[in-house]
Every structure is written in structure tokens, then in C-alpha cells.
DNA sequence: CCAAAAGTGTTATGCTTACACCCATGC
DNA sequence: GCATGGGTGTAAGCATAACACTTTTGG
């Protein structure tokens, strides 16, 4: 493997002996609010796909890392930061892009409850829309997203099963049932009350918080998460 | 995001409005043979990292997609061809190759003992050696591509304890006592004899030839996998 | 007092683990 | 006949899975 030369005109245009793919990262970013497991969706707003919508994302800069450029991406588009990000993978297909060869490596990210009803989720620094979308009704999406998002419901499955990631969905406090109304939503089954209880309690990652939410029926205990719960989860990435 | 216009000049140089970082493919071939777990290296003839090893690998051509571009690296450097492929992870930090921005997209393969012998390995289409290492006594590697075998080993022993694709760096026939050699080479642990027959054959994906490896002493049964072995990507649920 | 959600234990089953001896062959 | 690796069963402990009723509140 040989580098290619490379020189810069002073009309700003980048020259190469070879020609160059682009390289995009996209973000599949997950909340729960409202009962509903919702994606964050940007709507075009030129060609291809005018008017479509497609999962957040832009350009590679030189200088960043993967994780800087979705990072970036996520905020300057939606206005979302401070949220747990991972790689989910990387799309190549040459022809997923009408206007080249453009390779895209997708993130994965999840928001809480609290951080994602504080967004004014409406277009961040250019003129897109941006929405949550159930994930379970899905408009018809730009590119490969599709697909793209499917495989990140999969690692989201997994990851609930696997991990006790799925509380960075929720808001700071939750009761067990709200936890377990996550869970069933998202593997799309129903789960036992006791064994749920029991199993979560027992990873030890749960608090008290000593309050309780009141409603229209007997009172439930409000949990948090334990600082612990995510430092051990992120000992368990399975993705650096 | 917008497109940045391209255009080609006589010279077969390529413009672009916009600096791109190259795009390579980088491939974590692993076998066992000898009674070692192996992975494949090529020494570089050139600089950077003159005469070091590295990770056979180059860049991705416009119009082929990523695991493509793998499995075309492997045979043009290696002569290795029919391998299981799957992407692993992509490096992206702006520092980690000396010449520029260079995104590497990592593939994880795994090689049968057979082919491996059969391999006359000493270099491809370019004057480059290529070697077998041992996985746990390896020489310096060239650009970060020490961290990404270790990352590459950790996926292979997930990949062994949850799923059957072990199988995949074995000889077409083989023993039980040779198959557990492999798991206690790769896990790095003694296994006991009895549990771990009872595991792999409950797991219904071996089947006996009928033939016998006759040797020093008692002869053993030889078994191969079933093609059903390698869809077997276990699942255990954590919720009922 | 009724509706609705919160909360709580026990039992059967299956899987995992630990463990020691006989068998077949070559030399 | 002995050295070497091949091959086999069982019991205890643990985690999982199935299952129904009582409690607390608001209206």
C-alpha cells in the first residue's frame, strides 16, 4: 500500500493521483419518551432525496476522530450533546450514494427521557427539520437509512438484553414499571412483573431515590441508577 | 450535507473542493495449526515502517464495497481466498497513519487449518513477505495495528464462547481433544474433558466421520461440523 | 366500594460444575 | 505390561421460568 501525492491549489481545491471515496458518519440516536421508542429523523432539504428524511449525519473532518465527527454532527444538527455514543458499523456499498462513492460509519447513541423533552427538536444550524419518529412507524427513509436503522434496533435489542444500558433511555427517575414498559416496547414482549423485578434488583445497579411518583392509583417507588451501573457498563463495551 | 463537485483532469488527477482522507482495508486473518493460534502478517517494504510487520491490507477501489475490497487485499497479499469474513471495527484517528488521514475499516477472517498448510506464504503481487506469527509472541507492529489485534483477538474469543465458529480455523476433520485444544489456546484457560464434550455435542453441530485418527495410542474419533454449525449464532435470552 | 396499578414468594426444571476411573493402542 | 491419550456418568448447586393473590390509592 503506497500513499497517493497530495497538494493543495490556492483556489482551495484538494488534488490526488488517485481518486478518494468520501467518508460520512451517521448517528442512530434512541429515546423513550411518551410510552414510545423514538429515533431522531432530519428532513432534506435539497437533492437527493429532497424533502426525505435520513438519519443525522454530514462529512468527516480532517482533523477529528470518528466519535469527534459524530459527536459534532449530532450537536450542530439537533442540538443534542452529552450522550452516550457508540460504533455500530460501517457501510460501504458503492452505489448507497446517487451523488458518489460516499462510506458512512454509523453511531449509535442514546438519549434520556428528560434530555430529549428539553430539546426544541426544529433544525439546528441549517434551515432541516428535525423530529422524533416512533420507531415502529416509520416514514420512508433516505439512502441505505432503512436498513441502517434496523441493524441499530437489533444492537439496541441486544444491548438491553446484555447490558444494563437501556436506563440511558429513561429519565433520571423512573418506576420499575415505566423501566419494565421500556423493556417490553423495545424487545417487543411481554415480561413477567416478579421476574423482571427481581432480575433487575438483583444486578444491583438500582437506587431508591425515597420518593414516589403519585397518580391515580397506589403510589410507586421511584428508582435511579446507580453511578456504578454505568461505569460497568462501559467496562463491558463490547466496542471501543 | 452537500456534495462537493469533482472533476478529472487530464493528468488523471483528482480534484476535489473538499480535503477526503484516504479509505483502507485492513484484514485479522487467524488459523490454528502447530498447536498455535496464528495470525497472518506482511512486512512492509517501504516506508513508513520500513521492514516492520503489519496487517495485510490496502485501499479501497471506487467501485468495490468494503468486505470486497477485504477479500480482494487478502488474495492479492496472501493468496488466501474462500475465508469467513466479517467486519470487526473502523479506525479512524487523524494521527494514526504518519502519511494523512487515513480511515481503516478492519475485517476479522478466519482461516481452516487446511488451507493455511496449503498456503505457500511468502509474499503476494508485490516483492512483500508475508508470515504466520503466533498470536502471543508477536514482533513490533506498524502503525496502530497492535491495539486492533487485540481488539481482533477479544472478538474471537467472544466469538468462541457464544457462538460455533470456532470450527472455522480447524482442519475439515478433526478430534474432540483437538478442538478443545483450540478453545483452551484461545480462551486461555483449561477446559474440563467431560463438560466440554458434553457441551459441544449437545450443541448438535458436530458429526462423526466414522473415520479414526490413528497416532501414538488409542485412536480418535474424527469429527466434522455441520453446515448448520456456522448460521448457530447462539442466542441466550436474558429475559424469559 | 370499586377500579387500577403496585407489589410480593414458592416451586419445578434444567443447566452448569466438579470430579475419577477404565479403555484401546503402540512400543 | 506400561505409558499415553481417548473416552465415559453422576450428584450438588444454581439460575431460570411459571404462576396468583394482596395492597394501596383515587374517584
Known sequence: MTMQSQRMTPMQQYIYN????????????FTYTKSELRTLL?????????DQWA??????????????????????????????????YTFGDPQ???????ITV??????????AERLAVTGGDDAQAAAWWNVYDLPHLAFDHQPILEYALQRLRWKLEWTALGFLLLPA???????????ETILKEALDKRNFRRKILAADILEETGSYREGDHRPAKLYRFTAKAIELEQARRRFP
Request: charged share 25%.
Open 96 to 102: 448507497r450514494d446517487p451523488r458518489g462513492r460516499v
Open 42 to 50: 432530519i428532513q432534506r432539504g435539497g437533492p437527493p432525496y429532497t
Open 55 to 88: 438519519l443525522p449525519g454530514g462529512f468527516v473532518h480532517m482533523e477529528e476522530g470518528l466519535e469527534e465527527a459524530a459527536a459534532r454532527e449530532l450537536l450542530e444538527e439537533t442540538g443534542v450533546g452529552d450522550v452516550y455514543l457508540e460504533q455500530l
Open 173 to 183: 427517575q423512573f418506576t420499575l414499571s415505566e423501566l419494565q414498559a421500556v423493556y
Open 18 to 29: 488517485h481518486p478518494r471515496p468520501s467518508v460520512t458518519v451517521d448517528v442512530v440516536l
Open 106 to 115: 454509523v453511531y449509535f447513541a442514546l438519549l434520556s427521557a428528560d434530555q
